[in-house]
T-cell receptor, first 112, second 116 residues
Framework: AQSVSQHNHHVILSEAASLELGCNYS??????LFWYVQYPGQHLQLLLK??????LVKGIKGFEAEFIKSKFSFNLRKPSVQWSDTAEYFC??????????FGAGTRLFVKA | EAGVTQFPSHSVIEKGQTVTLRCDPI?????LYWYRRVMGKEIKFLLH????????ESGMPNNRFLAERTGGTYSTLKVQPAELEDSGVYFC??????????????FGEGSWLTVV
């Protein structure tokens, strides 16, 4: 069965610090990978996605993620976080079929 | 374009009562999904409709949960009778018809259910 593991449940950073959120998945076949974000009081929205091609994916708001197939990983990065990046981040995987599986989420708090 | 809408946004009910959650997907989206997030846990898949048919209901916790999608449009998720452990946020999501492995799903704001 597919599963998604997010390494950190809570992350606290100061503004301008660099961010990397870990995500590993278990599925042996072709996958589509996503990062979703939920800002306080808002609904889940797509941050970026990987389907195929360049394993380094650029998303909105300066986020990027790198798909490393050999490590079954899809880590999210941002070189310099802002206070407005405070949110909960979810890694998600879609393998064979239609079901998308989510990780437990990482709560990021950025100190101004 | 309207997004996925869910109603009610919040519901507080007593154990043993019934609650019905409604989801209106994005117009034209054949795929509709229900997910649930219990406090602090991952977002768990409940089921998937393609139009009015249940494609995958492997995530439904037990027979107290009943999902329908009449006419392939909006969907309802009924919990009867509700138990304390049913508390959480119920998310609905939809994606277009050609939803093979490549489609993004779009989420509603969720329905917060509290069972007391």
């Amino acid at each position: 069965a597919q599963s998604v593991s997010q390494h950190n449940h809570h992350v606290i950073l100061s503004e301008a610090a660099s961010l990397e959120l870990g995500c590993n998945y278990s599925y042996g076949g072709t996958v589509n990978l996503f990062w979703y974000v939920q800002y306080p009081g808002q609904h889940l929205q797509l941050l970026l996605k990987y389907f195929s091609g360049d394993p380094l994916v650029k998303g909105i708001k300066g986020f990027e993620a790198e798909f490393i197939k050999s490590k079954f990983s899809f880590n999210l990065r941002k070189p310099s976080v802002q206070w407005s990046d405070t949110a909960e981040y979810f890694c998600a995987v879609k393998g064979g079929g239609f079901k998308t599986i989510f990780g437990a989420g990482t709560r990021l708090f950025v100190k101004a | 374009e309207a997004g996925v809408t869910q109603f009610p946004s919040h519901s507080v009910i007593e154990k043993g009562q019934t609650v019905t959650l409604r989801c209106d997907p994005i117009s034209g989206h054949d795929n509709l999904y229900w997910y649930r997030r219990v406090m602090g846990k991952e977002i768990k898949f409940l089921l998937h409709f393609v139009k009015e048919s249940k494609q995958d209901e492997s995530g439904m916790p037990n027979n107290r949960f009943l999902a329908e999608r009449t006419g392939g449009t909006y969907s309802t998720l009924k919990v009867q009778p509700a138990e304390l452990e049913d508390s959480g946020v119920y998310f609905c999501a939809s994606s277009p018809r050609s939803g093979g492995s490549g489609n993004t799903i779009y989420f509603g704001e969720g329905s917060w259910l509290t069972v007391v």
